[in-house]
């Protein structure tokens, strides 16, 4: 009786990490790609919860060179229609900021809205991008980091 017990207990622990591990794995986020001419990834990124905000991590991937590093936030609306992400992305090369707005709606399909403005030395707060064919979504694959 007691082996039975000590084997019952070995087993129990066995597949409680396993139930551990693959929830790990399964909450794991993949990088997310929103593509308007230029690619911006966001690393490990998952569309927050309805009424939620999350941190955006990531780089941006155009000719610019590199690397082109950003931040910002993400938030879903309370009801769930949409998400905006708001990204300041760095670009060391040229010395511009770049501030993007990003919305989404959800569930994720067409009609996304993407605007750029940015602090270009010697001329500047100017708007220059806004509107066009945005996607959104998982990589795949993912873009390397420039």
Do not use: Q
Not at 40 to 67: A, H, M, Q
Not at 89 to 114: E, K, Q
Not at 131 to 142: D, L
């Amino acid at each position: 009786m007691r082996n039975w017990s000590r084997s019952r207990l070995t087993i129990i622990v066995a597949l409680a990490s396993a139930m551990a591990l693959d929830s790990v794995v399964l909450a794991s986020a993949s990088d997310f790609c929103i593509t308007n001419g230029d690619t911006v990834v966001g690393k490990s990124f998952r569309i927050p919860s309805k009424g939620k905000c999350k941190p955006w991590l990531g780089y941006t991937v155009n000719d610019e060179g590199g690397p082109n590093s950003g931040t910002g936030t993400a938030c879903t609306a309370s009801d769930g229609s949409h998400v905006t992400i708001e990204i300041t992305t760095m670009y060391p090369a040229s010395g511009d900021t770049i501030f993007a707005t990003i919305m989404l709606p959800l569930p994720l399909g067409s009609g996304a809205t993407f605007g750029e403005s940015g602090l270009i030395p010697g001329t500047g707060y100017v708007l220059f991008k806004g509107g066009g064919s945005t996607t959104a979504g998982p990589c795949n694959p993912t873009p390397p980091a420039p």
